[in-house]
């Protein structure tokens, strides 16, 4: 299966998954679980940054669009498409797995623990600065921290479920010269 159809399935899943499954879960208006921007954390490694960000942001549209919001999640997401590239920089040595295999798992980023690091703080700043929109305020800051904190817990959980549970052929080259 090639690349962008792959892609465009994933798109679609994640989609569907957040708005029939997952918007129907409320646990106390404190834990919002996340998973459709997954899809932007399994884009290959050596996308370009701007359509990075322009996928980031049609998937946030699309959500937006399904919740009658002004652009949060677009937002959201073109933050997280903005940062993934620093981050998988830090993460991955420039002699690491981003020159062997094509998109980030927990085989290619070298363990549970870069992996986990990798997805979740890119999932704190989307949850951050997603409900601080929402809001448009910190009003009682502590409400907004733990439920950054809280939805960032959940996220890090379904995003390792996800990538435990979900086959995905990694692809490695064995010559890169």
């Known amino acids: ?23 129907k879960i409320h646990l106390h208006q404190m834990v919002t679980p996340y998973l459709y ?3 932007i954390l399994w884009l290959p490694f050596k996308m370009n940054r701007t359509l990075l960000m322009l996928l980031g942001f049609a998937l946030g ?11 949060f999640h677009a937002a959201a997401c073109v933050l997280i498409a903005y940062m ?15 020159t062997n295999y094509e998109e ?5 980023m070298g363990g549970l623990l870069p992996y986990s690091i990798y997805v979740g703080f890119l ?11 929402e809001a448009w305020q910190f009003g009682n800051i502590w409400y907004f921290l733990v439920k ?17 549970v979900v086959v995905r052929k990694q692809k490695f080259r064995t010559n890169t010269i």
């Open 84 to 98: 993934r590239p620093f981050l998988i920089n830090l993460l991955i040595p420039h002699e690491g797995a981003e």
């Open 37 to 39: 921007f997954l899809f």
């Open 123 to 133: 999932a704190f700043l989307h949850n951050a600065w997603l409900f601080l929109l």
């Open 61 to 71: 549209f699309t959500l937006d669009s399904f919740h009658h919001q002004p652009g």
């Open 104 to 108: 980030p798992s927990i085989t290619s």
């Open 148 to 164: 950054t904190i809280l939805s960032t817990a959940i996220c890090l959980l379904l995003f390792i479920i996800t990538d435990l």
């Open 1 to 23: 299966m090639s690349s962008l159809l792959k892609n465009i399935i994933r798109f679609i899943l994640f989609i569907l998954v957040q708005i029939f499954v997952l918007d």
